[in-house]
């Protein structure tokens, strides 16, 4: 199975910019499609974006759209979420995902990264 690692979270004022990283280790992610979601407090887990497995095709909520932009580094083993534009209300929990196909549901999750957007 495959471990999940979050890291690039932080604060950053509104307006700003990071970039999410989730590495891989025990499998390949070239053989899984992966996801973002995030928590805010007192909310659920919110679905954020998604990266397929074949052909690495992206969708986003309408909420982050034109803003974060997810992409893979199969030879790194990592997946990234671009996070730009950074909104107050962005703040959360970030976790990456991973599913062995593009229509099941994620099995394999990370710990999470903090993202604290500032007004």
């Known amino acids: 199975q495959v471990q999940l690692a979050e890291s690039g979270g932080g604060l950053v004022q509104a307006g700003g910019s990071l970039r999410l990283s989730c590495a891989a280790s025990?499998?390949?992610?070239?053989?899984?499609?992966l996801g973002w979601f995030r928590q805010a407090p007192g909310k659920e887990r919110e679905f954020v974006g998604r990266?397929?497995?074949?052909?690495?095709?992206?969708y986003y909520v309408d909420s982050v759209k034109g803003r974060f932009t997810i992409s893979r580094d199969n030879a790194k083993n990592t997946v990234y979420l671009q996070m730009d534009s950074l909104k107050p209300e962005d703040t959360a929990v970030y976790y990456c995902a991973a599913r062995r196909a593009d229509n099941v549901p994620y099995d394999y999750w990370g710990q999470g990264t903090q993202v604290t957007v500032s007004s």
């Open positions: 025990g499998r390949t992610i070239g053989t899984y499609a």
């Open positions: 990266i397929t497995r074949v052909g690495s095709a992206t």
